[in-house]
């Protein structure tokens, strides 16, 4: 059996300044997208970035192997551009295999740490 | 290809007091709702705003633009009504096209900040 | 036209010990269901409260309003029988009209606030 | 009647290094699958953990009597295997009965505390 939908949409987005723990990977302010594939042969992904105020940015490709979980952070993302820091964003999740996916935030630009996390929005009919 | 729904609502809203950073945008407190529109035309929006003791009041409008988010901070809405602050308020949003929408908070009423965020209920039904 | 579902549970539940601001409702720990009814009619709604180790508590019988949200407080409850604190416990609300169920909690345990709110799980048959 | 659904995903997965706390069982960081059984007989959960980079670990089971919560600490889990603090995982749930699944995490790491919660994925199709 398999589990997820093939088209996932985050409409927040949000990468805070660097903030007091950015030479730490684990307490560094960031974004991830949580991607879970619990099929048998890779998922394909296409991200698409938008913005407020200016075209969309993409296509990013990612690819989950088979039963596999990645955690992306989109502080990570490069080509074909880095996501801007303090800059309002969401994203589109386009997939050729049913994925799972959850957005968190960590949030260190003060000493205390901030957390969110939501599932992101499946299209249904595209499951 | 659209992503989202026509009908969604928020059923928690709450404007926390102003707090230590209210001179920075980026620290005070505030609501946000996070509006994603993929389609290729302007989508626009009619929100209105639900009390636990009062009528509701709208509707606001905003537009999306095609292939633009807005991350829409509560705070900023003015006509017909500011949003008052520190009450309970819930919202719901209708739209002439498909858009996803997520709720966020953050609370800077202390020195160290809190987030929430969750996907906002979608009526499938209208999709 | 109305939004919403008459079945919706809530699977997390924790009120924490009382901590640094109990004397401020604003600030003191607390887990809320936050209720709209968009209808014309006021809506009922029965809870019942499911622990791990005993048999389910209620139901306890609330009424939104029409037109009004009701973000009401687990810590407030008291008929038949309060909310054990820290104590896990779930949900379940039904409900004669459609509503939208979000379900946040605010820990104050320490001096710091933390915060989380999700989406209830809305039972998509009994629409 | 019932609520819920028999297969259920949570994307996102992480177990914080151990902080300030972790003497304290109610501050010792940990994430949580709280699930809901409303049903009047048992309902027995298989658990399998995905990974970035091995191969999924399980089934871990456990059941969820009748008429039950179970909030289901991750850092509890041992067979067969204890499940690796500061790892990336995600998770699957099968269940012979309908259940309502959320996520919850507290990490303790700092003095502060930050919470995040959602309701996980439910296969609608399985329901």
Redesign the interface.
């Known amino acids: 059996?398999t589990?997820?939908s093939r088209?996932w949409?985050?409409?927040?987005?949000?990468i805070p300044?660097p903030g007091h723990d950015d030479d730490d990977p684990?307490?560094e302010s960031h974004e991830?997208a949580?991607?879970?594939n619990?099929n048998d042969v890779d998922a394909h992904v296409t991200i698409?970035l938008?913005?407020?105020?200016r075209?969309?940015v993409g296509p990013y490709r990612v690819t989950v192997p088979a039963?596999?979980?990645?955690?992306l952070r989109f502080n990570d993302l490069t080509d074909p551009a880095p996501v801007p820091r303090?800059t309002?964003?969401?994203s589109?999740f386009c997939c050729d295999m049913p994925?799972?996916?959850?957005?968190?935030?960590l949030?260190s630009?003060?000493?205390?740490?901030?957390?969110?996390?939501?599932?992101?929005?499946?299209?249904?009919?595209?499951?």
Not at 50 to 53: A, C, E, G, I, N
Not at 67 to 71: D, E, F, G, K, S
């Open positions: 059996m589990i997820g088209h949409a985050i409409a927040e987005g949000y300044a684990r307490f991830a949580c991607l879970l619990v698409m938008y913005f407020s105020d075209e969309p039963r596999r979980t990645l955690h303090e309002d964003y969401a589109v994925v799972v996916l959850q957005h968190t935030r949030d630009r003060r000493p205390a740490l901030a957390l969110l996390s939501t599932i992101a929005f499946a299209e249904n009919s595209s499951g």
